[in-house]
């Protein structure tokens, strides 16, 4: 089955994660997917925005975790060379709009992607998380620089360190997403802004997205750097090892051991 849905309609390449029956979980094939439609829709002169949808209720419940445990990433040579990573260098990279309709709960990297769309719209359902320490991991995809841009660092310690979850008011009110609009108008909603750009010019558009996120460019990549390295090391912790086996085992992980 194909877990990932690819077309190109009205100028608008759309990636459509659609792996209902484990929440959209995320496998190391479909982010390879998601990196390969990016990097298409870039290279597409009919392509003037890219949108990034889910499922009814669910836009990603994060990575399936048994695919990544048998496929964990940061084993490449440079450390980074998985396709989780290819993902977030072509998402990052991606020089055309980005558009994001949040469809349901967006868990893990389904909340820290958005930090690098370009609009964000949440349906009313959304729910988003970001439980790394919980698992015995760190933020990934400079969530770790970005989220405490975007809410101060009191508000990024209760969404990274506590990982409390947080709804679609609070992303808007934070920054992190555009606008709330009901379940059944997300998607719609985000397309009609992805066809706006049809009547743009589209050389002004690459230019002035790349002003924009210039700045901060080379101090994002070098971030996303050093989470992965220390995501990829603490994959084999033992801290790592008893949050999987407890959600393999479906109960609560015991950190008292640890020191």
Known sequence: MQHVKTGVNNGVATIEIARPEKKNALTQAMY???????NAAREDAAVRAVLITGQPGVFTSGNDIEDFMQRPPGQGSDGLDSPVFRFMRALLECD???????TGAAIGIGTTMLLHCDFVYVSDEARLA???VGLGLVPEYASSLL?????????AAEKLLLAEPFGPEQAVECGLANAVLPAAEVVNHARRVAERFNALPPGAVREAKALMRGPQREQVLATIQTEGAIFARRLRSP???EAFQAFFQKR???????S
């Open 32 to 38: 390879q997917a998601m990196a390969d439609a990016i």
């Open 96 to 102: 055309k709009p980005v558009v994001a309709a949040v």
């Open 130 to 132: 970001m439980p790394f």
């Open 147 to 155: 989220v405490p841009q975007l809410m101060g660092q009191r508000r």
């Open 239 to 241: 801290e790592a090892m």
């Open 252 to 258: 609560k992980p015991d950190f008292s051991k640890f």
